[in-house]
C-alpha cells in the first residue's frame, strides 16, 4: 500500500525558514504534490515534484528525492498569513494524501 | 472567474436520511473528485470521474453515490448507509493530464444527528 508521512505541527517565527518533511512508502508514483489549507478552507495547490530536485515558485521551494523516498517544503520569509496546514500528495493514479502539518508562526 | 461552487456551505441532517451535496465548476475540467475530510486528517477520495457519464469509487466509496450527467456537474449523495456521515466534504477538479494540480471548491460541512 501507499502512505505518507508528516509531523503533525511544526512552530517557526515570523520572517524565519521553515522546512516540512514528508516521507512516503508507495511502490511507484508519478510525482509528489504540496497544498496549503488554511483553517476552514479549502487546500490550494502549491507546487509539484515529478523529478528529483529542486522546484522554486517564489518564497515557496519543494524538494523531491525518490531513492531517499522522501520530500520537503520550504518555506522562506514567514509572515503570519502562512500559519495553515500544508498537506504532501503523491500522484499514484490519483493523489494520496499525508495527514497534513499544521505550521505555527509566532511574531 | 471560473472555480468551483459548492452548497450549501453547512448541512444539517437527521440520521437515516440521504442528503446531496452540489458541486459545480466552469473551469472547463474534464476531471472531477469528491473527498473527505475529518479532523486533523488528510483527504480521502471518495469517487472520481474523468470523463461525463462515468465515475469511479475512491478509497472510502461506501455508503456514498454520484452522477456525472454533464461536464460541470458532480452532485454526491450521501446515503443513510453511511455509517459516520459527518465530515467536511470537498469536491476538486482538474485536468486529466494534470491531476497532481488540483482545484477545490469551498467544502461542504455536513452534521448528521
Known amino acids: 500500500g501507499q502512505s505518507l508521512e508528516q509531523p503533525s505541527e511544526v512552530t517557526a517565527v515570523e520572517g524565519a525558514i521553515v522546512q516540512i518533511n514528508c516521507t512516503y512508502q508507495?511502490?511507484?508514483?508519478?510525482?509528489l504534490s504540496w497544498y496549503q489549507q488554511h483553517d476552514g478552507g479549502a487546500p490550494t495547490f502549491l507546487s509539484y515534484?515529478?523529478l528529483d530536485g529542486l522546484e522554486e515558485t517564489g518564497r515557496f521551494s519543494s524538494f523531491l528525492s525518490r531513492s531517499d523516498s522522501y520530500g520537503y517544503l520550504l518555506l522562506q520569509e514567514l509572515q503570519m498569513k502562512d500559519s495553515a496546514s500544508y498537506f504532501c500528495a503523491v500522484q499514484v493514479y490519483q493523489l494520496i494524501w499525508g495527514a497534513g502539518t499544521k505550521l505555527i508562526i509566532k511574531p | 472567474d471560473g472555480g468551483i461552487t459548492q452548497s450549501p456551505k453547512y448541512l444539517f441532517r437527521k440520521e437515516g436520511q440521504n442528503v446531496t451535496l452540489s458541486c459545480e465548476q466552469n473551469?472547463?475540467?474534464?476531471?472531477m473528485y469528491w473527498y473527505r475530510q475529518d479532523p486533523g486528517q488528510g483527504l480521502r477520495l471518495i469517487y472520481y470521474s474523468q470523463i461525463v457519464n462515468d465515475f469511479q469509487k475512491g478509497d472510502i466509496a461506501e455508503g456514498y453515490s454520484v452522477s456525472r450527467e454533464k461536464k460541470e456537474s458532480f452532485p454526491l449523495t450521501v446515503t443513510s448507509a453511511q455509517k459516520n456521515p459527518t465530515a467536511f466534504y470537498l469536491c476538486a477538479s482538474s485536468t486529466p493530464d494534470r491531476a497532481y494540480e488540483q482545484y477545490f471548491g469551498p467544502g461542504t460541512r455536513l452534521t448528521v444527528t
Open positions: 473551469l472547463n475540467h474534464d476531471a
Open positions: 508507495t511502490s511507484g508514483f508519478y510525482g
Open positions: 515534484n515529478a
